[in-house]
């Protein structure tokens, strides 16, 4: 599993990659800070540009939005149940 890094001022988090898909020409990815057992996890869309060097995410909380992704990633992810 992938970690990645996230940096808010200060700190960092880091984040384990659980899942990736495309939807509408949006990238998103299924992260948690944990690697294995039951965690929070979280919906974060990308909004860098294509000429950035690294990716800039944000957390999605639309409800439609997070309704419609989270759908798609319970279909890939047969043995994971996502919650709001």
Request: aromatic letters at 10%; proline letters at 0%.
């Amino acid at each position: 599993m992938e970690k990645i890094e996230f940096k808010f001022d200060d700190e960092v988090v880091e984040f384990f990659v659980i899942e990736e898909t495309k939807i509408n020409g949006m990238n998103y990815i299924l992260v948690t800070e944990q690697e294995e057992g039951d965690a929070e996890a979280f919906i974060l869309r990308d909004i860098s540009d294509t000429k950035e060097e690294e990716a800039i995410y944000e957390i999605v909380e639309d409800d439609e939005e997070l309704e419609c992704v989270s759908k798609i990633f319970s279909e890939i992810l047969d043995d994971i149940d996502l919650e709001k």
